[in-house]
C-alpha cells in the first residue's frame, strides 16, 4: 500500500485545514485508515480512524469535536477536517493504513504497517 498525504500548512488558531491522503495498491475499503501526528522531541501520537468498511471512527480526546475523519472508498482517500485549530496542533501528521480486527489496537501505531510520508500542520498564536 502506498500512501501519499497533503493538505498540510500554516494557519491562524482558530482556522481550519483538511488532509488528504490518497492510498493505492490495496482493497481501500478493508483497510483500517489513521492520522498520527508527531511534533519535535515528543512521541508518535494517534489523532484518529476510521475502521475498515468505515464502520466506526475513533479520535484522540482533546481533538474531539474539532477534527473529523472521513474516507471516500470511490476517490481511496482519507480525510482529516480540522477546525478550532490551537498552537498545540502544530505537529507533523502522517497517515496510515492497516488491517487488525482488534479494536483496542486501533489506536496504536503498531497496528499499521503503512505509512505516508508526514505534511507539516503549523497553527500560529
Known amino acids: 500500500v502506498q500512501l501519499q498525504a497533503s493538505g498540510g500548512g500554516l494557519v491562524q488558531a482558530g482556522g481550519s485545514l483538511r488532509l488528504s491522503c490518497a492510498a493505492s495498491?490495496?482493497?481501500?475499503?478493508?483497510?483500517?485508515l489513521a492520522w498520527f501526528r508527531q511534533a519535535p522531541g515528543k512521541e508518535r501520537e494517534f489523532v484518529a480512524a476510521?475502521?475498515?468498511?468505515?464502520?466506526?471512527?475513533h479520535y484522540l480526546d482533546s481533538v474531539k469535536g474539532r477534527f473529523t475523519v472521513s474516507r471516500d472508498n470511490a476517490k481511496n482517500t482519507v480525510y482529516l477536517q480540522m477546525n478550532s485549530l490551537q498552537p498545540e496542533d502544530t505537529s507533523l501528521y502522517y497517515c496510515?493504513?492497516?488491517?487488525?480486527?482488534?479494536?483496542?489496537?486501533?489506536?496504536?501505531?503498531?497496528?499499521?504497517?503503512?505509512w505516508g510520508q508526514g505534511t507539516q500542520v503549523t497553527v500560529s498564536s
Open positions: 496510515a493504513a492497516g488491517a487488525t480486527q482488534i479494536l483496542s489496537t486501533i489506536r496504536n501505531p503498531q497496528s499499521y504497517p503503512y
Open positions: 495498491g490495496r482493497t481501500f475499503s478493508t483497510l483500517n
Open positions: 476510521t475502521r475498515r468498511g468505515g464502520v466506526s471512527t
